[in-house]
């Protein structure tokens, strides 16, 4: 007797199973998508001030689904204060996601990293700062976002450039949120095909 297909990602089971099922997916990304992070590659010189500044419009995609970053600047450092930037978009799925970076660091230039791939950005919200001398560029990161709801590493194979063996790279999932699986590749400007169980 013949069986008919069914989707794992739907839930759906066959009768009598009593193990469960694995399927492998071929996940690529050309070496345009496995980029270099880019801190100001979605918006770069946003203003501050002593009141809250709320940014929607201007954003850059990121090449695919990646974490996103703020890096903060002033030309008077002491107006730098201890805020997190919220970012609202979208995941992979086009579902609406947001995400409170870490903390910048009081009178402290530098960069943030968020853990959640973004597809796309619709809104940036930065508290007050202490002066208008401040300014937020927001970027991507260099993590991979993955489209797939997963509990471990599945990993079977991995490449680079198609025949160099990837090893090295390093996973976050989650079994929850699909924006929480990613994956940071050991080496970034090349092809990536991963080959993984779901």
């Not at 009593?18 to 946003?46: E, P, Y």
């Not at 203003?47 to 929607?56: D, K, L, P, Q």
């Not at 990646?66 to 992979?92: C, D, P, S």
Request: aromatic letters at 6%.
């Amino acid at each position: 007797m013949t069986l008919p297909a069914y989707n794992p990602e739907m839930g759906q089971t066959i009768g009598l199973e009593i193990v469960d099922r694995g399927f492998i997916a071929h996940l690529g990304w050309s070496a345009a998508q496995n980029c270099v992070a880019d801190t100001d590659g979605i918006i770069k010189g946003i203003g501050c001030s002593a009141a809250a500044t709320i940014v929607e419009s201007g954003f850059a995609a990121p090449p695919c689904p990646r974490n996103l970053t703020a890096t903060v600047a002033a030309t008077t450092a002491a107006e730098i204060l201890a805020v997190k930037v919220k970012i609202t978009g979208l995941n992979m799925r086009g579902e609406v996601i947001t995400e409170e970076l870490p903390v910048f660091t009081v009178g402290t230039t530098g960069s943030v990293t968020g853990s959640k791939a973004f597809a796309s950005i619709t809104k940036v919200e930065i508290p007050a700062m202490g002066g208008d001398t401040v300014s937020v560029d927001i970027g991507f990161g260099v993590k991979l976002g993955v489209p797939f709801k997963l509990q471990h590493d599945t990993t079977i194979k991995a490449y680079n450039n198609g025949t160099t063996a990837e090893s090295g790279g390093t996973w976050a999932v989650s079994a929850a949120a699909y924006e929480d699986n990613t994956y940071q590749a050991s080496a970034t400007g090349k092809t990536l095909d991963l080959y993984i169980i779901v």
